[in-house]
């Protein structure tokens, strides 16, 4: 016998669940339906407007509040909070920066979804560590340490990929277990980086 999905109760279970992304697997496996049902359920309700589609294969429920940290941890794994967004975070850079940057050991990509834009960038499994979890308005997100977040933007600095930002805040930062993190990426030249921007950070500051 089909089960036959109603859309309250979905709604309901969902949200007692705490599942607010979700894949149409895992869809599957809370209602205990069929593929061809979770399917037909799924884009159904997209359409009517209970469902937002973040990218193929992910979903979440179009009233309910998903904190953007989270939603870059589930979009694309393994990854955590990192780079610009990170360095905003933590005071290191003064802009505010609105796309999620994250860091990832799969393939470069970058998503934009209805929630907004959640980019990642891709470094080798050595240095895919330097993160921890952390509470943010009582959710759990993977988010890089200020040391790992600051030598994952130099990284890319060093890469010319980005380019260096002339107001970094250097205070709040352990030189010493910012340097362990820079040994993993083995770039003389991002040694270097790190190497001039304490240089600069020690020149007097031109008041205009």
């Known amino acids: ?65 998903v904190l953007p940290y989270f939603i870059a941890n589930r979009l694309y794994q ?24 994250s860091i990832t050991t799969k393939p470069t990509r970058e998503f934009t979804t209805p929630t907004g834009v959640f980019s990642y960038q891709r470094i080798k499994r050595e240095a895919f560590i330097g ?15 200020p040391e790992k977040a600051l030598v994952d933007y130099l990284y890319f600095v060093d890469l010319k990929k980005i380019s260096l930002n002339d107001r970094l805040d250097l205070r709040n930062i352990k030189k010493t277990k910012l340097l362990e993190f820079v040994k993993l990426f083995h770039r003389p030249s991002l040694l270097k980086i790190v190497e001039q921007i304490y240089v600069e950070q020690r020149k007097p500051r031109k008041i205009y």
């Open 1 to 65: 016998m089909v089960q036959k999905l109603n859309r309250l109760q979905v709604e309901e279970k969902l949200k007692s669940l705490g599942l607010l992304i979700f894949t149409p697997r895992e869809f599957r496996d809370v209602f205990r339906v069929s593929k061809n049902t979770a399917s037909v359920f799924i884009k159904r309700n997209f359409k009517s407007g209970l469902f937002l589609k973040l990218r193929n294969g992910f979903y979440m429920l179009k009233d309910s509040y």
């Open 78 to 101: 393994p990854s955590y909070i990192s780079l610009e967004k990170a360095l905003s975070y933590y005071g290191i850079i003064p802009e505010t920066v609105y796309t999620i940057t």
């Open 131 to 145: 993160y921890v979890p952390k509470e943010i308005e009582g959710i759990t997100t993977l988010f890089a340490e």
